[in-house]
């Protein structure tokens, strides 16, 4: 069931589905709610599930010209409040898992759990810094074409071939961001902090799913990262890219029950 919540005095929309213990699914960049269909259609079996569309993404409007990954936080405890839900678990794609780790510094007493799926808590480098301004210009230029190879270089290499409806469902949704919305968050993205410490402070369990063939984040990173989690959760997907739960869906929603059982 598609809902809406009021934040700063815009609309911001999500679904609602299934019954029992609550988990919140965070897109990631130039993604939406509907990316995650084939997961909800799995875990709504046992759990109820909430996926956001962030602002600036899907039906969500913009509220700026920057999207920090605070304000997004800010965004989903707004939502989570209007449903009057106190305990939940976070599971963040690539930028929905920014937010999540912002969430987890901003309002720590409501997590049960958080996943980074295809996620750092590590910020931007400077040449990474370099690169969200490049594609700022790419946007404001061209969006489409942008649009276009920004998501094919989301799913492993070896992949393509074999992965065309995945690939054109994953474009369909970006190409509907704006292009307010694509720039407001490449912004945010770009002005994080570090939140690495959050890694190894909290007590409840948290997930990483790390794809071996990721082209966006260094695999090796990602493995060190998991080592400072103290209850650590990591799946590594060694046929994927930074797409797993579109490239390997059976596998992702099987090790997520497992994870969120622990959770709660």
């Not at 393509?160 to 995945?166: A, C, D, Q, R, V």
């Not at 939140?195 to 794809?211: E, K, N, Q």
């Not at 695999?219 to 799946?235: F, G, N, P």
Request: include cysteine; aromatic fraction near 8%; glycine fraction near 8%.
């Amino acid at each position: 069931m598609i809902k809406t919540a009021t934040f700063k005095n815009s609309s911001v929309s999500f679904s609602d589905q299934g019954k029992g213990r609550v988990l919140v699914l965070l897109h990631g960049y130039l993604g939406s709610k509907e990316i995650w269909e084939k997961n909800i259609a799995e875990l709504a079996k046992n759990f109820r599930v909430i996926a956001i569309d962030l602002p600036g993404h899907g039906q969500t409007s913009c509220f700026g010209y920057v999207h920090s990954m605070e304000l997004m936080a800010k965004c989903v405890k707004k939502v989570m409040d209007s449903l009057r839900l106190k305990k939940y678990v976070i599971i963040g794609h690539s930028m929905g898992g920014y937010v999540g780790l912002a969430f987890a510094e901003l309002f720590p007493e409501n997590l049960r759990g958080l996943c980074l799926c295809h996620s750092t808590a590590l910020s931007d480098s400077e040449e990474k810094k370099k690169d969200r301004n490049r594609a700022i210009k790419l946007v404001k230029a061209n969006k489409r074409v942008y649009t276009k190879d920004t998501i094919k270089n989301l799913f492993a290499t070896k992949n393509l071939k074999y992965l065309k409806e995945e690939i054109s469902f994953a474009t369909k949704i970006a190409l509907g961001t704006t292009k307010q919305g694509a720039v407001a968050a490449l912004e945010g993205m770009k002005d994080r902090p570090n939140r690495d410490i959050i890694l190894g402070m909290v007590s409840y369990p948290v997930m990483m799913i790390i794809g071996e063939h990721d082209n966006i984040l260094p695999y090796e990173s990602l493995i060190a990262q998991s080592e400072t989690i103290r209850d650590k959760h990591v799946l590594v997907l060694e046929h994927d890219g930074h797409m797993g739960f579109l490239e390997s869906p059976l596998v992702v929603n099987k090790s997520l029950k497992k994870f969120l059982n622990k959770c709660f």
